[in-house]
T-cell receptor, first 116, second 111 residues
């Protein structure tokens, strides 16, 4: 399978716990994006990377959220001290990142987080 | 801030009927992208439109980008049960690659 993969697919945690999600983009894709999607809504942008550099963070990304892409390949999204409002589907996408024009973003299956 | 709205929010059709969803942006877009998300699934890229007034077809699906590059539409001819899902339009925010997704139109097709 050469698509975007995410792990885990489902995560149930108690409020206050820390969680970490992983995303493996399509091989050789330079750009990697994180989105959050709640029920009945479209995906909301959280952050994105060009190789290992984090280029932009949304205001939605509070201080409890941190994302890394240390080697420019896979990425992790960590949420500290989870709150019930963090319950959502966390989607990862990748693209070739050719120039400034927005190119096709390919989405992974997502990680569904439930905070009890 | 930039907003992308879609109407209708829901559409229920009988199999064989046509379906159209409309997408409107508060700002001019460099391009518009359409995604389909099946129930329980993730967004799957359908198409990207770049030029003003552009029209593209994929079998029973017709996509159109408005002349002012602020609106777009997706039309499905003779819907099938396999068309069920939520259709999102999305456009890049400013000069960046991050996408602003529309509110989505959920399509239900009855056999």
């Amino acid at each position: 399978d050469t698509g975007v993969s995410q792990d885990p697919r489902h995560k149930i945690t108690k409020r206050g716990q820390n969680v970490t999600f992983r995303c493996d983009p399509i091989s050789e894709h330079n750009r990697l994006y994180w989105y959050r999607q709640t029920l009945g809504q479209g995906p909301e942008f959280l952050t994105y990377f060009q190789n290992e550099a984090q280029l932009e963070k949304s205001r939605l990304l509070s201080d409890r959220f941190s994302a890394e892409r240390p080697k420019g390949s896979f990425s992790t999204l960590e949420i500290q001290r989870t709150e019930q409002g963090d319950s959502a589907m966390y989607l990862c996408a990748s693209s070739t990142g050719q120039g400034a024009r927005a190119d096709t973003q390919y989405f992974g299956p997502g990680t569904r987080l439930t905070v009890l | 801030g930039q907003q992308v709205m879609q109407i209708p929010q829901y559409q229920h059709v009988q199999e064989g009927e046509d379906f159209t969803t409309y997408c409107n942006s508060s700002t001019t877009l460099s391009n518009i992208q359409w995604y389909k998300q099946r129930p329980g699934g993730h967004p799957v890229f359908l198409i990207q439109l770049v030029k003003s007034g552009e029209v593209k077809k994929q079998k029973r699906l017709t996509f159109q980008f408005g002349e002012a590059k602020k609106n777009s539409s997706l039309h499905i001819t003779a819907t099938q049960t396999t068309d069920v899902g939520t259709y999102f339009c999305a456009g890049p925010f400013g000069n960046t690659d991050k996408l602003i997704f529309g509110t989505g139109t959920r399509l239900q097709v009855f056999p």
